[in-house]
């Protein structure tokens, strides 16, 4: 279709300078084309734990998954925990329950 359109460019600006013999205008003319090539964008592909499969995306559009079979057994680090489809980190968080930081202003002063 690139090409179709680039040669009815050619034509047409060809007509405008009042030539007309087309064949020799062709002859002429350095025609691009498009030649296809593979890019290694390993390094930009992410994945996703999705519904037991992990979805690929490179930045935001979704090129693809893997489907994991359903005895997998994911190895996490000590503080991260796998359950139903889900990934958790344990983490540390002050009690809500102290009473002397509850009459705090906004600015952290008691």
Known sequence: MLFVKLLH???????QFGQTNVND?????K????NQQKLDVT???TGKLENGQIQLY???EPIGQIKLPEDI?????????????KIYQ???????SEARYTDCDEGGWC
């Open 73 to 85: 057994k994911l190895e996490l680090e000590h503080h991260y925990v796998a359950e139903q489809n």
């Open 90 to 96: 344990h983490v540390s968080v002050p009690d809500q």
């Open 25 to 29: 205008y062709l002859k002429r003319v």
């Open 31 to 34: 025609i691009m084309t498009l």
């Open 58 to 60: 490179i930045e935001n």
């Open 43 to 45: 390094d930009r592909v």
């Open 9 to 15: 460019f050619s034509i047409t600006s060809f007509h």
